[in-house]
């Protein structure tokens, strides 16, 4: 099973209960994918074992002024590196009345999903859709959301590549 590390820095003040949540509900999305997400949040949790690949993801407490206003985060492929706002993340949830840490867990994901797929590209439908309507939002709420059996491979894929590069 292709492992990824998750490096997450959190400098918007999250709350670390919510943050581990959102890591466990990211952590099931992938692994019905059929991948592994370790999270890296401490100098603890790196080992011998590591992972294929490694992404950091950096939770931010306000989105950047040139950031669209429905944007909840930026994925950095050149750096394989993601940001969240959680000023964003937090507001919405709120307003369409989803826990803080699905919000966040969704964001995670797909922004993740974007660094996997080596893609800026959005999908009509699913957790790489770039709007979510009510559909999607009960999705989230029932803990249902998922890529699809094309995103799947090519994530896999991308990562049995970039891990075979970071061997030589």
Known sequence: M???GVVVRNLGAAPKDVVQKAE???QQVYRAAGIRVTWINSVEDVTWEGPDIVVRAVIL???PPSRAPGAFGTALRDR???LLYQDRIVQFGKIVDLPAHLMLSVALVHEIGHLLLDSDDHTPSGIMRGEWDQ???NV???GQAHFTSDQIRRIKA???QRGATRAR
Do not use: F, S, T, Y
Request: charged residues 35%; glycine residues 0%; negative net charge.
């Open 158 to 160: 991308n990562i049995e």
């Open 24 to 26: 466990a509900a990211c």
């Open 61 to 63: 407490p306000k989105a």
């Open 140 to 142: 989230i709420r029932r």
């Open 80 to 82: 394989q590196e993601l």
């Open 2 to 4: 292709p492992n990824v």
């Open 135 to 137: 559909d999607d939002l």
